[in-house]
Nanobody, 125 residues
Framework: QVQLVESGGGLVQAGGSLRLSCAAS????????MGWFRQAPGKEREFVAA????????YYADSVKGRLTISRDNAKNTVHLQMNSLKPEDTAVYYC??????????????????WGQGTQVTVSS
């Protein structure tokens, strides 16, 4: 079992930055692919970014490439999402997810086993 707790969301103006964090419980954190997804009101959950077990490979949705950066610290059981140059269309609830049988490049939510409760990000214009 893995429990995930996100933090760092909030209200920011367009062009601003936020850093989301996800703290994971359990001793096997380093064996999980970690991902971030988001869901805006009235829309389906969509893939944002993913990172491999060791952190050497990262994957991004086209809409966030060059603006968002995913990273992980396996010693601290945490994964981060640095969000720069934020746009109003980035407004959503952001979810952290963990999975073992994940092909991260696919960005498929159904492949992830564990999910956090989400943190709200609101970008004002």
């Amino acid at each position: 079992q893995v429990q995930l707790v996100e933090s760092g969301g909030g209200l920011v103006q367009a062009g601003g930055s936020l850093r989301l964090s996800c703290a994971a419980s359990g001793r096997t954190f380093s064996s999980y692919v970690m991902g971030w997804f988001r869901q805006a009101p009235g829309k389906e959950r969509e893939f944002v970014a993913a990172i491999s077990w060791g952190g050497s490979r990262t994957y991004y949705a086209d809409s966030v490439k060059g603006r968002l950066t995913i990273s992980r610290d396996n010693a601290k059981n945490t994964v981060h999402l640095q969000m720069n140059s934020l746009k109003p269309e980035d407004t959503a609830v952001y979810y952290c997810a963990a999975g073992r049988g994940v092909v991260p490049a696919r960005g498929a939510a159904y492949e992830y086993d564990y999910w956090g409760q989400g943190t709200q990000v609101t970008v004002s214009s």
